[in-house]
T-cell receptor
Framework: GAGVSQSPRYKVAKRGQDVALRCDPI?????LFWYQQALGQGPEFLTY????????KSGLPSDRFFAERPEGSVSTLKIQRTQQEDSAVYLC?????????????FGPGTRLTVT | RKEVEQDPGPFNVPEGATVAFNCTYS??????FFWYRQDCRKEPKLLMS???SGNEDGRFTAQLNRASQYISLLIRDSKLSDSATYLC??????????FGRGTSLIVHP
């Protein structure tokens, strides 16, 4: 079946531009996570949705970052007024449920480069 | 101190070797533990969950030591295709997994 998809796969933005990154989770997966992965580092948690509810956004680095999942399926991560330090791979992952040992399935990521 | 720590490596081993990685975690209330594999410029994929009793999947063995707060991954008879970054993942009582920075493994002929 279809896995998690993300678009665009690559995005180059000029400093100060707004960007929107899309995530299509596996159908029926309740939980959706966004991560930021810098080169040579592990994924860092940004935010978590259970269905359409954003239960945790403690990892969002600043108020320039905003995420939504209005119908409990597709999610969008928006970054306003991008800065060079926002350059990273943004990974989306979905899971049937969040608790316990349920596996997270990752999308291929969006590689954002801010120039 | 980071919540989850891993030696970034790289571990450079010949084919057929046995290699082991450790990962330490700081939150004693952590409940779930995993190893993920990430190939270069690809997404992480679950390699195996780590159970209290330890578990084995073919050439891979994972163990948990709660007293010393670390998990380990042992790879026997390394293959070229095992070359990747191995990410340690720890979950506490909340739903938020914490990833280590990963350990790089290079298996050479």
């Amino acid at each position: 079946g279809a896995g998690v998809s993300q678009s665009p796969r690559y995005k180059v933005a000029k400093r100060g531009q707004d960007v929107a990154l899309r995530c299509d989770p596996i159908s029926g997966h309740v939980s959706l996570f966004w991560y930021q992965q810098a080169l040579g580092q592990g994924p860092e948690f940004l935010t978590y949705f259970q269905n359409e509810a954003q239960l945790d956004k403690s990892g969002l680095p600043s108020d320039r970052f905003f995420a939504e999942r209005p119908e409990g399926s597709v999610s969008t991560l928006k970054i306003q007024r991008t800065q060079q330090e926002d350059s990273a791979v943004y990974l989306c992952a979905s899971s049937l449920v969040a608790s316990g040992t349920y596996e997270q399935y990752f999308g291929p990521g969006t590689r954002l480069t801010v120039t | 101190r980071k919540e989850v720590e891993q030696d970034p490596g790289p571990f450079n081993v010949p084919e057929g070797a046995t290699v082991a990685f450790n990962c330490t975690y700081s939150n004693s209330a952590s409940q779930s533990f995993f190893w993920y594999r990430q190939d270069c410029r690809k997404e992480p994929k679950l390699l195996m969950s780590v159970y209290s009793s330890g578990n084995e999947d073919g050439r891979f063995t994972a163990q948990l030591n709660r007293a010393s707060q670390y998990i380990s991954l042992l790879i026997r008879d390394s293959k070229l295709s095992d070359s990747a970054t191995y990410l340690c993942v720890v979950k506490g009582g909340s739903y938020i997994p914490t990833f280590g920075r990963g350990t790089s493994l290079i298996v050479h002929p």
